[in-house]
């Protein structure tokens, strides 16, 4: 059983990974976008939004390639987990005042008419990463990451059997 969890949480790491790079990547040379997707939310004052904004794509790719890498993998899951738990309340805060925005997930954000259809599947969507993301934090290593190679598992098979 050990060994097919393994090959789920790469599974799991591998596509959160590549969720949280495309979502970066589409954002990082569109500063101005990125922060008015955050503004749209209307949650943050607009300078908290402003630095969100900037920040969040450049903390998507470096979750992203930790994930797909598996390298601090557990960290890097943790985090990712907040992000989805952030963006599902975020979603469902916009959804419960009646907004309609373009949640800038992928790109774009800000007001966009009809939007509030696209609500549900964007917190199931997130909601199903959350636990991918939490799933891979929960298996103390995946297969075929980093982590397996940088900290050796005797360590962690010592401690385990001392517990």
Same mark, same amino acid.
């Given at each position: 059983?050990?060994?097919?969890l393994a090959w789920v949480g790469l599974?799991?790491?591998?596509?959160?990974?590549?969720?949280?790079?495309?979502?970066?990547?589409?954002?990082?040379?569109?500063?101005?976008?990125?922060?008015?997707?955050?503004?749209?939310?209307?949650?943050?004052?607009?300078?908290?939004?402003?630095?969100?904004?900037?920040?969040?794509?450049?903390?998507?790719?470096?979750?992203?390639? %930790?994930?797909?890498?598996?390298?601090?993998?557990?960290? @890097?899951? +943790? !985090?990712?987990? /907040? =992000?989805?738990? #952030?963006?599902?309340?975020?979603?469902?805060?916009?959804?419960?005042?009646?907004?309609?925005?373009?949640?800038?997930?992928?790109?774009?954000?800000?007001?966009?008419?009809?939007?509030?259809? %696209?609500?549900?599947?964007?917190?199931?969507?997130?909601? @199903?990463? +959350? !636990?991918?993301? /939490? =799933?891979?934090? #929960?298996?103390?290593?995946?297969?075929?990451?980093?982590?397996?190679?940088?900290?050796?598992?005797?360590?962690?098979?010592?401690?385990?059997?001392?517990?």
């Amino acid at each position: 059983m050990n060994g097919a969890l393994a090959w789920v949480g790469l599974v799991a790491r591998v596509v959160t990974g590549g969720v949280w790079i495309v979502a970066g990547a589409l954002k990082i040379t569109h500063p101005d976008t990125s922060i008015n997707a955050v503004r749209a939310y209307q949650l943050l004052p607009s300078s908290v939004a402003e630095a969100v904004g900037i920040a969040l794509p450049a903390i998507e790719l470096v979750v992203g390639l %930790a994930l797909v890498l598996g390298v601090f993998a557990r960290g @890097a899951a +943790l !985090l990712s987990a /907040l =992000l989805f738990i #952030a963006f599902i309340i975020g979603i469902s805060s916009v959804w419960a005042r009646g907004i309609e925005i373009d949640c800038g997930c992928f790109g774009g954000g800000g007001v966009k008419t009809g939007a509030a259809s %696209a609500y549900p599947w964007e917190i199931v969507r997130d909601t @199903a990463l +959350l !636990l991918a993301s /939490l =799933l891979v934090a #929960a298996v103390r290593r995946t297969r075929l990451s980093l982590d397996s190679v940088l900290f050796d598992r005797r360590h962690d098979d010592v401690a385990e059997g001392a517990l």
